[in-house]
């Protein structure tokens, strides 16, 4: 389907050359003068990108150009201009216009420049079409469980997602603390503007502070070009500050600066920056003792604990595993392409029996592993990781720790055995990383 480009010109001949010259790749409308275009605008919906002259009797281009604006028609508008009036020109793009072509028109450019503005037209729509895709889904989400505590979780999110105060998210490793970030910023005040995360234990000090605040061109070996941090390119919405535990206190430094002002300045750089940016971060240590250890900032927990939430680890909350499970299932079942119905019992007891110490990060590898592994229709036992099986024999049978070991042992080498000696399939069934499943064989004194 052919794009619809209006012209508009006081000058006859010029409307019927360009309406005849692109005619051939669009439905071009034409229209004399403002009053004109607008009506033409208001009675064909597919109109996509408006050709208007600058310099028009009675309304011209700026006048036409609030109008379409001021209908909220999502229209893309270039003028042309005599060298007389390109300061015009100039004042009607700063007011949203997509471009300007001097007269007399360059044809090659003028293709350009169109096919360029709807396809930035596009590109526009489907970017607010998948914030909003994002948005539903953060939306709708509910932090999944029944149980007091997830309750009291959900209801403070409600309330703080109303309002742009800072949020300090408190709680294990695996517990869902970056999707009660996600849930309240796409809730929030600002959940059109731009989300950006950073882990703050994931970069050295050094590139941390250049990845937060920029950096301008030749503030440090390798630094040839200017670039923006993280803060600004959060600007108008949210920055996730994960991990804020690890901060080095130079740039704690830095961070309770910009909690106090909205302020800094680029790496290398003097000119301030002002941004208008919400923080939420995020720690599973205890940022209490951190302080009392003179390791962390009292002054900057106090600003960044205005709100805090602290997320509950999975071992206290086991009245919620059914419904976590259940909604795993589903997802992977879809991942990976399976038709599975359930879970029976007896695997279904081992579950919930189990302490689950890398809260629901580990439950996740656990059901995704049992839906891979599983033949039939429903998860068994069969389809459950070995260690997690023989872990629950050792909790009931009442075995003794060296028993325990002896458990720990002949499950590792089963999973070795299960998977041809593949050690990173067997260490990701065990649920365990592949370092511990060697540190593992080597205290057992098993080959490696």
Not at 340 to 367: F, H, Q, T, V
Request: aromatic residues 6%.
């Amino acid at each position: 389907m052919k794009s619809s480009v209006l012209i508009v010109d006081d000058d006859k001949t010029i409307r019927q050359e360009l309406a005849e010259y692109l005619s051939n790749d669009y439905v071009a409308y034409t229209a004399s003068n403002g009053y004109e275009a607008v009506r033409t605008i208001n009675e064909n919906s597919d109109i996509e990108v408006v050709l208007s002259d600058l310099k028009m009797p009675e309304m011209d281009g700026i006048g036409l150009l609030k109008k379409i604006q001021d209908n909220n028609r999502d229209i893309v508008t270039i003028f042309m201009t005599g060298y007389s009036t390109i300061e015009s020109a100039v004042e009607a793009m700063r007011r949203g216009a997509y471009d300007y072509l001097t007269k007399p028109l360059d044809l090659d450019k003028l293709e350009i420049t169109i096919k360029n503005a709807i396809d930035n037209k596009k590109l526009r729509a489907e970017n607010i079409m998948l914030k909003e895709r994002i948005r539903e889904k953060y939306d709708s989400v509910e932090i999944i469980g029944s149980s007091k505590k997830i309750k009291e979780i959900m209801e403070l999110i409600k309330r703080v997602s109303a309002t742009k105060a800072t949020v300090l998210i408190l709680g294990e490793s695996g517990t869902g603390k970056e999707l009660v970030a996600n849930v309240i910023h796409y809730n929030s005040l600002v959940a059109n503007g731009p989300f950006i995360k950073v882990n703050c234990s994931a970069l050295a000090e050094g590139v941390l502070e250049s990845e937060l605040f920029g950096h301008e061109k030749g503030a440090f070996t390798g630094a040839i070009f200017m670039k923006k941090g993280r803060f600004e390119l959060a600007d108008g919405g949210t920055l996730f500050l994960d991990e804020i535990g690890d901060l080095p206190p130079s740039i704690q430094v830095k961070l309770l600066r910009f909690l106090q002002e909205s302020e800094f300045e680029r790496v290398g750089g003097t000119k301030t920056i002002k941004v208008d940016v919400r923080i939420i971060s995020a720690t599973n240590k205890n940022l209490e003792q951190l302080v009392a250890e003179n390791k962390f900032r009292d002054d900057l927990f106090y600003r960044l604990k205005v709100i805090s939430i602290e997320v509950p680890p999975l071992r206290e909350r086991q009245e919620d595993i059914p419904l976590l499970v259940d909604y795993l299932l589903k997802i992977f079942t879809e991942t990976h392409h399976k038709q599975i119905n359930g879970i029976d019992p007896d695997a279904m007891k081992i579950i919930k029996s189990y302490n689950w110490p890398g809260n629901i990060r580990e439950l996740k590898n656990c059901i995704e592993s049992a839906v891979v592994m599983t033949i039939g229709d429903r998860i068994t036992v069969e389809s459950m990781t070995p260690y997690l099986t023989l872990k629950h024999l050792a909790r009931v049978s009442g075995k003794s720790p060296e028993n325990l070991s002896e458990l720990e042992k002949n499950a590792i080498l089963a999973a070795l055995v299960k998977y041809h000696g593949n050690k990173a399939d067997a260490a990701s069934a065990l649920g365990i990383g592949l370092t511990t499943l060697y540190r593992k064989l080597e205290k057992y004194g098993a080959e490696v």
